[in-house]
């Protein structure tokens, strides 16, 4: 069992928005704002897509934002297109023993 | 253009040893932290060991006294001992260059490690 809580799949028509969400505890997402999401098609290595809470990297698209509310973090992908399809994952520091901690992942199917 | 190349997986005994290999090209390696994460088949991420910029190395208790994580800034490589190995070990292992904390800014490619007799 993840330590993080995420939906196990979602779905959306391209041009729709979904938003993935991902629930801790105050350990880890309600306690720092250190949250990551993270994009996995098959047989390929992670990308980040979102890091420290809501901060994109360089080529990540605007249509991707994150967000956090207490123990739940959110990732919301606006303008869905077909390679959005993958498995999504957030990821929270917890703390000098635990480090971090991931969800268990969330599949993305674009309609 | 960050690139980060894992090497050392393979197919080994329960209880047996395997040191994993991530060299890095693109960028100061000596300035990062830099982490291990895995993936068992068909399963989620799971983060695995980190070592800051300065040395100091963190394990996910899952490994703790098992796995060692190094690296040597001269060679532009991190490395990952790992000893006493199990078949719950058996996993995808990724090497990561970290953008701040423990949060993975660029993987490598992932080299694959089968603990089974």
């Known amino acids: 069992q993840s330590a993080l809580t995420q939906p196990r799949s979602v779905s959306g028509s391209p041009g729709q928005s979904v938003t993935i969400s991902c629930t801790g505890t105050s350990s880890d997402v309600g306690g720092y704002n250190y949250v990551s999401w993270y994009q996995q098609h098959p047989g390929k290595a992670p990308k980040l897509m979102i890091y420290?809470?809501?901060k994109r990297p360089s080529g990540v698209p605007d249509r991707f934002s994150g967000s956090k509310s207490g123990n739940t973090a959110s990732l919301t992908i606006s303008g869905l297109q077909a390679e959005d399809e993958a498995d999504y994952y957030c990821c929270s520091y917890a703390g000098s023993y635990t480090f971090e901690v991931f969800g268990g992942g969330t599949k993305l199917t674009v309609l | 253009e960050v690139q980060l190349l894992e090497s050392g997986g393979a197919l080994v005994q329960p209880g047996g040893s395997l040191r994993l290999s991530c060299a890095a090209s693109g960028f100061t390696f000596s300035g990062y932290a830099m982490s291990w994460v895995r993936q068992a088949p068909g399963k989620g991420l799971e983060w695995v060991s980190g070592i800051t910029s300065d040395g100091r190395t963190s394990y996910a208790d899952s490994v703790k006294g098992r796995f060692t994580i190094s690296r040597d800034n001269s060679k532009n490589t991190v490395y990952l001992q790992m000893n006493s190995l199990r078949a719950e070990d058996t996993a995808v292992y990724y090497c990561?260059?970290?953008?701040?904390?423990?949060?993975?800014?660029?993987w490598g490619q992932g080299t694959l490690v089968t603990v089974s007799s």
């Open positions: 420290d809470v809501n």
């Open positions: 990561a260059k970290c953008i701040t904390g423990w949060q993975n800014q660029n």
